[in-house]
């Protein structure tokens, strides 16, 4: 790069004009440090170790790392660029380095690993120039990849760009607005308890607790204690008193995930809490009023619920005054590879160092699976994957999705033309009874033709 192209690190200034690149060398390579080759367009910044390429990316985004290599690596050398460059996964790295260096295993190690591309010394300057500029464009991918996710997310891992989502987020924001029960249908897996949560955040109540109970997981027993809390020897082994569930959400929101499960004996106290606002402890005798808005989640139909005579009618009319439906997976299926990403760089650093996302097989795999889990199904399988994958590229074995039907190939021109070959050939024959000859001239072709096509089809003749 020409000398007025190479600037310390503390010379830094955002020219969104301008492309940038970090430059730093590990170790002796034999070779100049700072290599001549002439990039206008280009401000490379120059660390003079590795504790400055860190300390100036924390601070400074740059699209392309330039490394030049030292001939030889050793074991903390090797632990250091390696942090390093997991890092700043996203942006793409060039390394330089003398050839004598790709005898090095540990260098080769790196450059299959985390590299974009490497050249060797000295340099062919118009070579690296065309490399900087693909990696350059690689890094903007990667930059634009990721914006999606962060605009289509809403919560903690609420992700979506599709309409579906769009819809459920301005619900979300038209409903947290109100202090009135909510009801909140979806099928498992698809988000209910984060969407609850979201609720919750940009409610009025933010500040206050968010208390979230499996109404189908607690042994009836259990459900008055957990829900209204108890007193001091209520029964055998209340030593002292317990805040219940609702009571510790005063002030704040009380979530009833499959409220459908609720057995019906306890229905009418919530019932009661839901009109009155008060609750009374197990054993006890005082109403403790309590101020929490109460959020329910069901998957199942609490209509029939209540027509079966399993669910009280008064209570699904209590929690039912605003309702949310959230998106099964198979509705916004658009919205896969936001969430894939979204989730694999979630779980990315659990996984080898080398995996740098999904392969298109993939990505074809989980937008033709209909996921009956749901996301919930979804990140079960990334998680997996990300753990197992011995490649670079996640694929649908590592998903175990390619023994899915749904992911087949559609038939080539080719496959389509020989299937409708053969039934039309099947299909004459039948009609003239077999007779060769009368077959031939109905299908516009020679007896030698017809041979020829019988045999590779293994039609049936006779």
């Known amino acids: 790069m020409r000398k007025s192209n190479i600037l310390p690190l503390a010379s830094f200034r955002d020219r969104p004009d301008r492309r940038r690149a970090l430059f730093f060398q590990v170790g002796d390579s034999g070779f100049p440090v700072l290599p001549d080759i002439g990039i206008g367009e280009w401000d490379l910044y120059v660390a003079n170790d590795l504790r400055q390429a860190f300390d100036f990316l924390d601070r400074q985004a740059c699209q392309v790392g330039l490394l030049q290599f030292g001939k030889t690596l050793d074991a903390r050398q090797v632990s250091e660029i390696t942090a390093l460059l997991d890092r700043y996964a996203l942006m793409q790295w060039v390394a330089l380095l003398a050839r ?84 909140i249908r979806g099928e498992s897996g698809t988000g209910k308890e984060l969407t609850a949560l979201a609720l919750h955040k940009q409610s009025l109540r933010a500040k206050g607790p968010f208390v979230a109970v499996n109404c189908g997981a607690l042994p009836s027993n259990l459900v008055q204690s957990t829900l209204f809390g108890y007193e001091k020897g209520a029964f055998t082994g209340a030593s002292q008193r317990k805040i219940g569930s609702i009571e510790a959400a005063d002030g704040g929101t009380i979530f009833l995930d499959e409220i459908g499960d609720l057995p019906h004996a306890f229905q009418v106290n919530l019932l009661r809490f839901l009109q009155e606002k008060t609750i009374t402890r197990v054993g006890g005798t005082e109403n403790v009023s309590v101020d929490a808005r109460v959020i329910a989640a069901t998957h199942v139909d609490l209509e029939q619920a209540v027509a079966a005579g399993r669910f009280r009618e008064d209570l699904y009319y209590r929690l039912n005054v605003l309702q949310v439906q959230v998106p099964a997976l198979r509705e916004r299926k658009e919205d896969i590879p936001l969430l894939a990403r979204f989730f694999f760089d979630k779980f990315r650093s659990e996984g080898s160092s080398r995996l740098k996302g999904f392969s298109q097989a993939a990505l074809h795999a989980m937008s033709s699976h209909d996921w009956p889990g749901n996301v919930r ?70 007896r030698v033709t017809l041979y020829r096509l019988i045999e590779r089809y293994g039609i049936d003749a006779h």
């Open 100 to 183: 004598d260096s790709l005898e090095d295993a540990s260098v080769c190690g790196l450059l299959s690993a985390y590299f974009h591309d490497y050249h060797t010394l000295p340099l062919d300057s118009s070579r690296l120039i065309n490399t900087l500029g693909h990696a350059y464009g690689m890094a903007e991918m990667a930059r634009r990849a990721q914006q999606p996710v962060a605009e289509a997310t809403l919560g903690r891992e609420m992700v979506g760009s599709s309409p579906a989502m769009q819809a459920l987020f301005k619900t979300i924001h038209k409903v947290a607005a109100t202090n009135a029960a909510v009801l």
């Open 377 to 446: 199904e979804l990140v079960n399988r990334i998680r997996r994957a990300t753990v197992m994958s011995e490649g670079r590229l996640i694929t649908p074995a590592d998903l175990e999705l390619d023994g899915i039907s749904l992911t087949r190939q559609l038939p080539t021109l080719e496959e389509a033309r020989s299937v409708a070959e053969r039934e039309t050939i099947d299909q004459v024959l039948k009609h003239v009874g077999y007779n060769l000859s009368q077959a031939a001239r109905h299908l516009g072709i020679s």
